[in-house]
Antibody, heavy 123, light 107 residues
Framework: QVQLQESGPGLVKPSQTLSLTCTVS??????????WTWIRQPAGKGLEWIGR???????NYNPSLRGRVTISLDTSKNQFSLKLSSATAADTAVYYC???????????????WGQGAQVTVSS | EIQMTQSPSSLSASIGDRVTITCRAS??????LNWYQQRPGAAPNLLIY???DLHNGVPSRFSGSGFGTNFTLTISSLQPEDFATYFC?????????FGQGTRVEVK
């Protein structure tokens, strides 16, 4: 059974870089047809897709984050990471890592999620 | 970016009630629509994909329908564990986008 676990600082100062890592267990991050994804949720609000990285290393980001996002793979540690530069209070949220898999043909779903990591941006 | 709009934003219901939640996309997404359930303090869980396919292990009281821009999630007989927030999500193009959520509360 695949499991995902987020880790990283829970408090980030404004203008600094928010960094999180997702450790995947129960399967190899470099095999299969999966997109490894970051999603965030401000308190009491909806879900925002941040971006994803394919097993080959190709990435897609949400344009709303204006080039502040970098997602990378570390296959030796079976991890993928998120970096969000120039953090502001608006980036305060619970950050989830998730796996996007093919549920049927080209239909992809977020079928496995981490438990979520609260990150607060404040001085 | 495709905007996803859910209605209502919240509803009150009793055990055994039939509950219907609607999701509308700002452009056609054919059947590239997923539904998730989120309980407080937990990550979302997949319920339905491809608009109407039930994910493994999800009770049959959950069903989905729709095509194009209009979609529905139905719970045929509400159970205690169903009080939660429900999100729709389009899987047609990136960036992936979610509805704002529908909170199902105890009446």
């Amino acid at each position: 059974q695949v499991q995902l676990q987020e880790s990283g600082p829970g408090l980030v100062k404004p203008s600094q870089t928010l960094s999180l890592t997702c450790t995947v267990s129960g399967g190899s991050i470099s095999s299969g047809s999966y997109y490894w994804t970051w999603i965030r949720q401000p308190a009491g609000k909806g879900l925002e897709w941040i971006g994803r990285i394919y097993t080959s290393g190709s990435v897609n980001y949400n344009p709303s984050l204006r080039g502040r996002v970098t997602i990378s793979l570390d296959t030796s540690k079976n991890q993928f990471s998120l970096k969000l530069s120039s953090a502001t209070a608006a980036d305060t949220a619970v950050y989830y890592c998730a796996r996007a898999a093919e549920s049927r043909g080209s239909y992809r779903t977020f079928d496995h999620w981490g438990q979520g990591a609260q990150v607060t941006v404040s001085s | 970016e495709i905007q996803m709009t859910q209605s209502p934003s919240s509803l009150s219901a009793s055990i055994g009630d039939r509950v219907t939640i609607t999701c509308r996309a700002s452009q056609s997404i054919t059947t590239y629509l997923n539904w998730y359930q989120q309980r407080p303090g937990a990550a979302p869980n997949l319920l339905i994909y491809a608009a109407s396919d039930l994910h493994n292990g999800v009770p049959s009281r959950f069903s989905g329908s729709g095509f194009g821009t209009n979609f529905t999630l139905t719970i045929s007989s509400l159970q205690p564990e169903d009080f939660a927030t429900y999100f729709c999500q389009q899987n047609y193009i990136t960036p992936r986008t979610f509805g704002q959520g529908t909170r199902v509360e105890v009446k």
